[in-house]
């Protein structure tokens, strides 16, 4: 699922600078990448010194896939013209909240990486998130609609393995219901912007829940606060900062803290490992 995802992200960013008129710096996919696979290989190095256990970039060949895909995307939904420090916050940020925020005791990470970063590195001068329009201005109006079709196939063939299609359909349906309520129609739904937050940001099988109906709860009440929050980012960081509060209180009395759904490219960071477990010193 990682690599279906870093590939569809790779084809949109190239689209996006050669054929539709994304307005970043060439550079900044660049920055982008290159600062989220150094935080991640740095704090990984960090991680396995203090478990005393092997760094996993070193055994695992697409662990630093994730973090290449949310330098992309935070390089994508960022605009802050020729200064990149903007791009490589969001990055930093992103890739260390996966690190630093993180509930129970098997460290379930409940912050979106990208809308984390891309809503820190919005709050820096001269930086915001980029204009809906840079998806189709190069692109001739008869093609418009063309272009969120092709970021839907490219979003369904990543969604499919995830199993965050619950999420997805419940976050859409959420904007459509509420739309006539906030004075939007249905057009959000059909733009470029709003289907790249759906298919690539919104469903991180890190970071959302894995049972169907909480994921139904998640959609709802993010599309809720898409409407009623100046951002999609800031509404997506939200609905995650809540449920990570929910997720503290039901560790704290005493309840089971549902993990998310394995990738088969990417295993998450654990407290506990092959080194460190008890069974293994135990065997000692």
Do not use: K
Request: charged fraction near 15%; aromatic fraction near 6%.
């Amino acid at each position: 699922m990682t690599r279906r995802l870093a590939v569809s992200v790779t084809v949109v960013t190239l689209a996006g600078h050669l054929l539709l008129g994304f307005e970043q710096a060439y550079l900044a996919p660049v920055v982008g990448v290159l600062t989220g696979v150094a935080a991640e290989v740095a704090l990984e190095t960090v991680r396995a010194w203090a478990l005393r256990d092997r760094p996993r970039y070193l055994t695992d060949r697409a662990f630093l896939l994730p973090s290449y895909v949310e330098g992309l995307l935070c390089a994508m939904l960022l605009y802050g013209g020729a200064h990149l420090a903007g791009v490589a916050l969001a990055a930093l940020v992103g890739v260390a909240s996966r690190y630093a925020l993180r509930a129970g005791p098997s460290g379930t990470p409940f912050v979106n990486p990208v809308a984390l970063g891309v809503t820190v590195a919005s709050l820096r001068p001269g930086v915001e998130t980029a204009p809906p329009y840079q998806f189709t201005a190069w692109v001739p109006e008869a093609l418009h609609p063309l272009v969120p079709l092709a970021l839907l196939a490219l979003g369904l063939a990543c969604l499919r393995p995830s199993g965050r299609l619950p999420l997805v359909l419940a976050w859409t349906g959420g904007v459509v219901l509420t739309g006539p309520v906030m004075g939007f129609g249905p057009l959000p739904v059909t733009g470029a912007a709003f289907v790249l937050l759906t298919c690539f940001v919104l469903p991180d099988v890190r970071t959302t829940p894995s049972r169907p109906r909480d994921q139904v709860v998640f959609g709802l009440c993010a599309a809720a606060l898409y409407l009623a929050l100046p951002s999609p980012p800031v509404a997506l960081l939200t609905v995650c900062v809540l449920r990570g509060v929910c997720l503290a209180v039901r560790r704290g009395r005493g309840q089971p803290i549902p993990g998310p759904t394995r990738s088969r490219t990417r295993s998450e960071p654990s407290r506990l490992t092959s080194r460190n477990a008890p069974e293994s010193r135990a065997r000692r």
